[in-house]
């Protein structure tokens, strides 16, 4: 799965590269579930942002459910940083 997260990381850093300075992604698992911590900082503000999206580990048994999840959150991840960029184009403006 580390080599599934790279790449879906490594697509996101490439598909916000104007925007994106700092991008990491860290997997942990504890009591059940699978704890995703992300944290991002943009070019135009430098700040860090924190993303924290938990799964129950019940609900990725096999390879195909874990790469479905994992797609999931990278929309869900996606969605910040639009919604980042976003405010920051608002206050520009």
């Known amino acids: 799965m580390k080599a599934y997260i790279d790449k879906l990381s490594a697509n996101l850093t ?17 009591h059940g579930l699978i704890e995703f911590r992300v944290c991002y900082a943009l ?6 942002r924190n993303l924290v999206i938990k799964v129950e580990a019940a609900e990725a048994i096999n390879d195909v459910e874990r ?4 797609a999931a959150l990278f929309v869900e991840i996606e969605d910040a940083i639009d919604a980042a ?8 403006n």
Not at 16 to 28: H, N, P, Q, R
């Open 14 to 30: 490439d598909q916000y590269k104007l925007y994106i300075e700092t991008f990491m992604v860290d997997l942990w698992s504890d």
């Open 43 to 48: 070019r135009s503000d430098h700040k860090l």
């Open 67 to 70: 790469r479905a999840i994992l």
């Open 85 to 92: 960029i976003a405010e920051q184009l608002v206050e520009a």
